[in-house]
């Protein structure tokens, strides 16, 4: 490869808002023909809003909200900010959790005002033997199937409450996805969350294939059995969870807008967040990559 043709390509992507890692980054993308694409903080905006609370009969929301907001401000996850953030805004001061803990891909889980408080899939509140009234199992299954996230609430041995966030589909992901499609690539909606939002998420932007319920240190796997399939894969991505899959990926974009670990893990960085520069970035690398020839 000419190392000329490449810093001129660097240089073009810099200008669109696309910084490469090395100039050998962008001979990557040759033979490319999957874009698999994160949900969360990718295709959309990754910032939540709490929009309902549904709590089962007898119990209070001010206390759901407090007790689960409590153990939410406590985590990074964008779920948690909304939870956290509504929480605070509708019942005022949240109290300190006396302990604390991540459950990734699940959850959180803790102690707050001497009561063991689960927050996160149903799957985590069933492990410890906490089950969702059927009508609470209804609402939050609605909301999904309307391509929002629900989340369970549980403490002292009882599942309590459902909280729905969500989380808008950037304006520009639609357009990013025609985009990727037109230049040959098979567009993959990847996610951690659950398969109804997720084909929701598809649907409004025009992807048909998507892999649900994918556990943060799967998603690597995820791209291996695609490469092993014969696929050469692109991965957007911008969380920690992404980071590995990035790495494995046959080239990885990292939104600017993300966790560091995920652009340190890429190839590309597609500076504003704006999906529609990763359609730039492999024309530029083709065009780059011509030059060379
Ligand atoms: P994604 O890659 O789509 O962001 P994650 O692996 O981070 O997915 O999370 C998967 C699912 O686990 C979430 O959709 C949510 O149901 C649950 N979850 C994870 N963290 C939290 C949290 N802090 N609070 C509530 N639910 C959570
Ligand atoms: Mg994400």
Do not use: Y
């Not at 037109?182 to 567009?187: D, E, F, N, Q, Y």
């Amino acid at each position: 490869a000419t190392p000329t043709a490449l810093l001129v390509g660097t240089g073009r992507g810099a200008q669109l808002g696309i910084l490469i890692k090395g100039p050998e980054a962008l001979e990557s993308t040759h033979g490319i023909d999957t874009v698999v694409l994160d949900k969360t903080g990718t295709v959309t905006e990754g910032r939540m809003t709490l929009s309902d609370v549904h709590v089962s009969e007898g119990e209070s929301e001010a206390e759901v909200l407090r007790l689960a907001g409590a153990l939410e401000h406590a985590s990074e996850h964008p779920i948690a900010r909304a939870v956290a953030a509504g929480a605070a805004e509708r019942v005022g001061a949240l109290p300190a959790p006396e302990d604390f803990a991540n459950v990734e891909g699940l959850g959180v889980q803790g102690v707050v005002d001497g009561h063991a408080v689960l927050v996160g899939r149903p799957r985590l509140l069933a492990e410890w033997s906490q089950h969702l009234p059927a009508e609470l199992e209804r609402l939050l299954h609605t909301a999904q199937a309307g391509g929002r996230t629900a989340v369970a609430v549980g403490w002292d041995g009882k599942a309590r409450a459902v909280l729905v966030v969500a989380d808008a589909v950037k304006p520009t992901s639609e357009e990013a996805v025609r985009q990727l499609a037109a230049l040959g690539l098979t567009p993959v909606l990847l996610t951690g969350d659950n398969e109804q939002a997720a084909k929701a998420v598809a649907a409004e932007v025009g992807i048909d294939e998507v892999i649900a319920e994918v556990l943060p240190a799967d998603k690597v796997d995820v791209v291996k059995r695609l490469q092993a399939e014969g696929r050469v894969v692109a991965m957007v991505g911008d969380g920690v969870n992404d980071a590995a899959a990035l790495a494995q990926a046959d080239l990885g974009l990292a939104m600017g807008t993300g966790a560091d670990a995920a652009i340190e893990a890429s190839d590309l960085t597609l500076v504003r967040g704006d999906l529609r520069v990763a359609a730039d970035a492999i024309r530029l690398s083709r065009r780059t990559l011509r030059t060379i020839k």
